[in-house]
C-alpha cells in the first residue's frame, strides 16, 4: 500500500467502472475501498459483518430487508450508514455516486448471500488503485 496522502478525487478518477469498488488503504484488517455506482446493484446479505457507506458526492439509496419489513434509506452527499450484518440490502443511485466503504479484507462486494449477479456489477473483493 501507498505511504503517500492519496487524494480522494484524484483516485477516483484513475477508473470509469460502476460498482467495482478500488482498495485506497489498509487499516489493521480493513479495506477502505471507493466506488462509483450508478443504478442498481443486488439484493445481498455480509453474514459476518457490518458494511459502512460513506457517500462522497451524489445520492446513495439503501432498500433494507429487516425483520420489521422493507424501508429505504436515503443518504446525500457527506452522509453515513452502516448495515449491520445478516441484513439484506440493495444499494442503488439514480443519478451516480462515489462512496467510501470500509470491510474487513477479503470481504466480497456481493456478499455471502445474493441475488444472481448482473453484467454490471462486479462481484469483487476490491481492486488495486493504479
Known sequence: MNENPIDIDSALATFSELWSPRILARVNDYDVRV??????????????????????????????????????????????????????HKPSSAAGASILMFEPTGTLSVGDRHDEVPGHVDATTGHALT
Open 35 to 88: 466506488a462509483k455506482v450508478a443504478g442498481e446493484h443486488v439484493w445481498h446479505a455480509h453474514d459476518h459483518t457490518d458494511e459502512f457507506f460513506l457517500v462522497l458526492s451524489g445520492e446513495l439509496t439503501i432498500a433494507l430487508r429487516e425483520a420489521a419489513g422493507e424501508r429505504v434509506v436515503t443518504l446525500p452527499a457527506g452522509s453515513v450508514h452502516v448495515v449491520p450484518r445478516g441484513v439484506e
